[in-house]
Structure formats: structure tokens, C-alpha cells
T-cell receptor, first 114, second 110 residues
Framework: DAGVTQSPTHLIKTRGQQVTLRCSPKSGHDTVSWYQQALGQGPQFIFQYYEEEERQRGNFPDRFSGHQFPNYSSELNVNALLLGDSALYLC?????????????FGPGTRLTVL | DAKTTQPPSMDCAEGRAANLPCNHSTISGNEYVYWYRQIHSQGPQYIIHGLKNNETNEMASLIITEDRKSSTLILPHATLRDTAVYYCIVRVGYGNKLVFGAGTILRVKS
């Protein structure tokens, strides 16, 4: 079992550009959450997807959007990038079999905005 | 979600028990206590969770006070690989977002 995988590992963009990050959940997991972790801080919840719909959203602007596909994989899109969007973006998946109690995190995508 | 308070850092000798405290004085009756850790350059890792009874698994033990206003995560025999940031989180039920604080940096020293 490969666990949660994310791509790319690292990404460099310039202000104003758009970026798409990808996540494949752990086998058997149907719920995907995205988090942003700035340097030296704890992860901050962006949103959660279940059954291809956004179910919960944190305090992030509409520039942050997502999608979940029928195979449960997910994408995070960020438009009009700002310097402050530089962070580690983490994807986490969970399953009904464990009551969604345990979230498995991927290694993250390091985004740098210049 | 209730707010948690943790010490910013702690040191522990290798092979000794590491006891990490967490205060959650505003916790509600239906909120669980979760512990995650994050080793440098990796995603957070689930450790354990509980509602009001003490819990133990292969990684750690979780002791929750009777009034549920505080808890302690115990790593019984800390190793150098346990050096990480430990997050105490409270949340309602299952499937909901995790609200991370600053956590406790645990340094295990030989």
C-alpha cells in the first residue's frame, strides 16, 4: 500500500500565476482533506472533499478551490498566487472503516511563490 | 472546536518516558482528544485519540483527567526517532477538520 501520495514534491511559481496540486488517497479511503502549513506553524485546514463535493471549508479565500474525482483522488487549485501562499500543502485521507478517526497525511508539496 | 494549550518545547532522555501535557479546559462533552506528531519534513502522523477513558496502543498511552480539562500523552520508552512536533487536538465526532495549534517540540537526547 503506497499510502497517500502527492505531486509534485516541489514547485516554484511567480506571483499572479495559477497552480494545481494533486493527491491520491490511501487505498480504501474516500475522504480527502487539504491543509496549508506555513514555515514554523501548524497545518491549517483548507477544505475537505467527500463524494466529489466540498463538505467543509476553512478560512481561505475563493482563490483556493478543489476537486475530487470518482476514484477519490483530489486536486487543489490556487489562482492569482500571492507571496503569502508559499507553504507546504498537505493532503490527508480517511475512511469510514475507521470511523474517519485516523487521517493519513501525505508528504506534502512545497510551493514557493516568487 | 475547543482550544488547546501545550508547552512550546520539552526535552527527554533516550529510553525514558516522555510525558507531554495538554490543557483543553473548554472541551465539550462530545469532543474527542487527538494526538498527532510531525517529524521534520514529513506529514503529520496519527498517534492516538480518546473521549474520556484512558487509551493505549502500540505507540503511546493517553491519560485524560476525570474532568476532561487536560490530558497527557505518554511515550513509554522514547527513542531518538521520537523527536518531533506533537500536536494535541480536540474535535467533534469523526470526519471533521483537524485544528492544529503550535504543538510541543519534543527533543529526545542520548
Amino acid at each position: 500500500d503506497a499510502g497517500v501520495t502527492q505531486s509534485p514534491t516541489h514547485l516554484i511559481k511567480t506571483r499572479g500565476q495559477q497552480v494545481t496540486l494533486r493527491c491520491s488517497p490511501k487505498s480504501g479511503h474516500d475522504t480527502v482533506s487539504w491543509y496549508q502549513q506555513a514555515l514554523g506553524q501548524g497545518p491549517q485546514f483548507i477544505f475537505q472533499y467527500y463524494e466529489e463535493e466540498e463538505r467543509q471549508r476553512g478560512n481561505f479565500p475563493d482563490r483556493f478551490s478543489g476537486h475530487q474525482f470518482p476514484n477519490y483522488s483530489s486536486e487543489l487549485n490556487v489562482n492569482a498566487l500571492l507571496l503569502g501562499d508559499s507553504a507546504l500543502y498537505l493532503c490527508a485521507s480517511s475512511s469510514p472503516g475507521q470511523g474517519y478517526n485516523e487521517q493519513f497525511f501525505g508528504p506534502g508539496t512545497r510551493l514557493t511563490v516568487l | 472546536d475547543a482550544k488547546t494549550t501545550q508547552p512550546p518545547s520539552m526535552d527527554c532522555a533516550e529510553g525514558r518516558a516522555a510525558n507531554l501535557p495538554c490543557n483543553h479546559s473548554t472541551i465539550s462533552g462530545n469532543e474527542y482528544v487527538y494526538w498527532y506528531r510531525q517529524i521534520h519534513s514529513q506529514g503529520p502522523q496519527y498517534i492516538i485519540h480518546g473521549l474520556k477513558n484512558n487509551e493505549t496502543n502500540e505507540m503511546a498511552s493517553l491519560i485524560i483527567t476525570e474532568d476532561r480539562k487536560s490530558s497527557t500523552l505518554i511515550l513509554p520508552h522514547a527513542t531518538l526517532r521520537d523527536t518531533a512536533v506533537y500536536y494535541c487536538i480536540v474535535r467533534v465526532g469523526y470526519g471533521n477538520k483537524l485544528v492544529f495549534g503550535a504543538g510541543t517540540i519534543l527533543r529526545v537526547k542520548s
